[in-house]
């Protein structure tokens, strides 16, 4: 991506300012770049780095949709599961998950026989244009011995066998972010991360772009807009009070659990005593169990977790998966997220069950809108529908979105372990093999570029950790490239390093003394970068 410039939000008036840097806001800059509209993204944080860093890592195909009636959301998922596989190969894997078949009206097996046929023909064409190894089998059935074989820990009382269903696990979530930022940078978008909107530009009544804040620097400077799309996620509901829209916007917490416990290669499932459905999903080799939600509405602040949240969650797990007996000192990281909610029956907080599109010309504020998502998985067809939608707004002729089969920068599938090879040979280094594997297998086709700036310096060129494969050139490379401007950006979200868990002093030190000198940070500005890596993980 092109180097971090805020100056540059003002030396023009964008056709599109959208606030929010999250998945559904990265997806809505790529499609409206990708269609040649002139688009702006700020984020008052890091690119992907609240809610969408905070999910469970899977893109679904909607079956409990279609549990529950409805097909077009079904229908929905199971397009945009496969978009994903077209456009991220490199970043998915295909994932079996099972859950018990009991005596009972909603999870009997001829209940699931007849939502499976409905998932076999909705999906028919799920592996089209898929590569090989992504393709997908159709749900089945299976018998009370192979379930009992397969889910270790099911409950066996009254189960008469098991369903298993494939999704796909999104591997490196954080490097799916940056791939759709890369591709709204490569199409002419400018991004900018740590650049708070803090109030709307008017011209009359209509919303003319936002006044931007640096946070890293305290200046201020107007980006003018044509459209401003407000996508900023659990900020949502305080854009749309800035450009003087009165709607309600509700809120839960949600939780993962990322523990250190070893897990399968199947996903399980199961319910809760109160109904609510978990899931155990394998991830780098542990458990990563969720999703519990609040059971009243939240706000931003609200987002810390506390040990009482803590345990109440891991009660239900063990609740639904009883032979796991999971506890506090096994959970080496909370993902935690604030989402959209809608009130249900009796006024109860309830997830949100479909994503929103408001066009606030209505509401008195013309030239706004603002957009909530609810699923990870369908933030590109989500993003493609409002990008038609602004153009329909701007009187602008664009051509069809490609975002559904055209591979996003650095996530397509190639011969990368060659490409590091390659490029090592022609700066004159020679790369061990487990450092060939790291790079290729988080960075993909950029192995490339972090090879070339091994050849800059010899200590980018050594692990950050004895014994680790990790290396200095992945700090100074996330920083050029791809606009790392925290500890925490760096460690967290680009690397990967500690994503599931605090990677280690010596790690966290070791990249801080790196990126402090690329950054110039002084030792009171490293010290402050370190506790806030350290914080992150505080329960």
């Known amino acids: 991506m092109r180097a971090r410039d805020l100056d540059a939000l003002s030396d023009t008036t964008y056709d599109i300012l959208v606030v929010g840097g999250g998945i559904y ?30 999910h469970q890592k899977t893109a679904h195909g909607g079956l409990r949709a279609l549990q529950s009636g409805r097909i077009d959301r079904a229908r929905e998922s199971i397009r945009e599961r496969r978009a994903l596989a077209r456009i991220a190969p490199r970043l998915l894997r295909p994932l079996p998950f099972i859950v018990g078949t009991y005596r009972s009206v909603i999870r009997n097996r001829v209940a699931l026989r007849l939502a499976f046929r409905m998932d076999r023909w909705l999906g028919r064409r799920r592996n089209d244009a898929v590569e090989p190894e992504l393709h997908l089998p159709p749900p089945r059935l299976t018998s009370r011995a192979a379930t009992l074989k397969l889910f270790a820990g099911v409950r066996p009382e009254r189960l008469t066998g098991g369903a298993m269903w494939y999704d796909y696990q999104i591997v490196e979530t954080n490097r799916l972010a940056i791939a759709f930022a890369e591709a709204a940078d490569a199409a002419g978008a400018r991004l900018a991360n740590y650049a708070e909107a803090i109030a709307p530009l008017r011209e009359g009544d209509a919303v003319a772009g936002m006044r931007i804040r640096d946070r890293l620097t305290g200046e201020e400077m107007d980006c003018r807009a044509r459209l401003t799309i407000n996508a900023a996620g659990a900020h949502a509901g305080e854009i749309m009070r800035a450009f003087g829209v009165a709607r309600e916007c509700l809120f839960v917490k949600a939780m993962n659990l990322v523990t250190s416990r070893p897990a399968s290669d199947i996903a ?31 706000t931003p602040v609200d987002l810390p977790v506390s040990p009482s949240e803590v345990d109440a969650f891991i009660a239900e797990v063990n609740a639904a998966f009883p032979a796991l007996k999971l506890t506090r000192d096994e959970v080496l990281l909370v993902h935690r997220g604030i989402v959209p909610a809608a009130r249900g029956r009796g006024g109860r907080a309830d997830l949100l069950s479909g994503p929103r599109i408001l066009d606030h010309t209505r509401d008195g504020a013309p030239g706004a809108m603002t957009v909530i998502g609810v699923k990870y998985t369908t933030a590109r067809g989500v993003a493609a529908r409002v990008v038609t939608a602004a153009a329909r707004r701007l009187g602008a002729a664009v051509r069809a979105s490609p975002g559904d089969r055209e591979p996003l920068p650095g996530a397509g599938i190639s011969d990368h372990e060659a490409l590091a090879i390659e490029t090592a040979r022609a700066v004159g280094l020679e790369l061990a093999p487990p450092i060939i594997r790291r790079l290729t297998a988080v960075y993909g086709d950029r192995c490339a570029q972090i090879v070339r700036i091994m050849a800059e310096q010899s200590d980018w060129r050594m692990p950050l950790v004895s014994g680790q494969t990790a290396i200095g050139a992945e700090v100074m490379y996330v920083i050029r490239h791809e606009m790392a401007r925290t500890l925490t950006d760096i460690v967290i979200r680009r690397t990967e390093l500690g994503s599931g868990g605090h990677p280690g002093a010596a790690l966290v030190e070791s990249t801080a003394r790196i990126a402090g000198d690329a950054l110039g940070w002084d030792p009171d500005r490293r010290n402050q970068e370190i506790a806030a890596v350290d914080e992150f993980y505080r329960v």
Request: no cysteine; aromatic share 6%.
């Open 268 to 298: 399980l499932a199961a319910p809760t005593p109160a109904g609510r459905m978990l899931t155990l999903v394998p991830w780098r080799g542990r458990a990563l169990i969720g999703t519990s939600q609040s059971v009243d509405f939240k």
């Open 25 to 54: 806001g990265l997806a809505i800059a790529a499609d409206a770049a990708r269609r040649q509209l002139r688009v702006a993204l700020v984020d008052a944080a890091d690119f992907g780095g609240a809610t969408s860093f905070n």
